[in-house]
């Protein structure tokens, strides 16, 4: 299976510091998404870096690319409480199958 | 909103019942898919549609029936369902199923969450 594994598994920060989760990954990828999800509700997406990219910014966000270590790393910089939520990496997998992994569960306390 | 709408968002049904789920998309999308989410584990890939033909059947157990009668709208046909099969049902479209080497970006509806009694 090519599914991406995040990690932590969870992750509790305070309001104002920064978030780090990682991916890994088992087979090369073309390119590597994240989303984010609500508790209850559908995933959005955030980024997409391809596997020609090291890195790539978004607002507050910053995913860097590791292809040689199948690796991928989410930053959320300076947090706010509507950062809780689950963030998923998703690999392409064969044809047709984007693969999520189980995803970081991310709390940012006031 | 996203542009992806699911009905019902939420679903009660006994082992016996038959029931479906509704998704439509108003983003003029050519590919559709349904995802089951359960608690702590990946989303499962269950089937992709494109341009109302399904290309995936993720051994998915036939007690779920897809429909895509247009590339707007998608159905999961539910029956005879198990405990087990309670959890998030996750409707996506994507502009393509797959371009090249590029895997699209799907956009997800707010899910029907399922539970079989």
């Known amino acids: 299976s090519q599914q991406g594994e995040e990690d932590p598994q969870a992750l509790s920060i305070q309001e104002g510091e920064n978030a780090t989760m990682n991916c890994s990954y088992k087979t090369s990828i073309n390119n590597l998404q994240w989303y984010r999800q609500n508790s209850g509700r559908g995933l959005v997406h955030l980024i997409l870096i391809r596997s020609n990219e090291r890195e790539k910014h978004s607002g507050r966000l910053r995913v860097t690319l590791d292809t040689s270590k199948k690796s991928s790393s989410l930053l959320i910089t300076a947090s706010r409480a509507a950062d809780t939520a689950s963030y998923f990496c998703a690999t392409g997998y064969n044809d047709y199958k984007l693969s999520f992994g189980a995803g970081t569960t991310v709390t940012v306390r006031a | 909103e996203t542009g992806v709408t699911q009905t019902p968002r939420h679903l009660v049904m006994g082992m016996t019942n038959k029931k479906s789920l509704k998704c439509e998309q108003h983003?003029?999308?050519?590919?559709m898919y349904w995802y089951k989410q359960s608690a702590k584990k990946p989303l499962e890939l269950m089937f992709v549609?494109?341009?109302?033909?399904?290309?995936e059947n993720n051994s998915v157990p036939s007690r779920f029936s897809p429909e895509c009668p247009n590339s707007s709208h998608l159905f999961l046909h539910l029956h005879t369902l198990q405990p087990e099969d309670s959890a998030l049902y996750l409707c996506?479209?994507?502009?393509?199923?797959?371009?090249?080497?590029?895997?699209?970006?799907?956009?997800f509806g707010e899910g029907s969450r399922l539970t079989v009694l």
């Open positions: 983003l003029g999308h050519n590919a």
């Open positions: 996506a479209s994507s502009q393509e199923v797959f371009a090249g080497t590029l895997y699209p970006e799907l956009f």
């Open positions: 549609y494109s341009l109302e033909e399904r290309v």
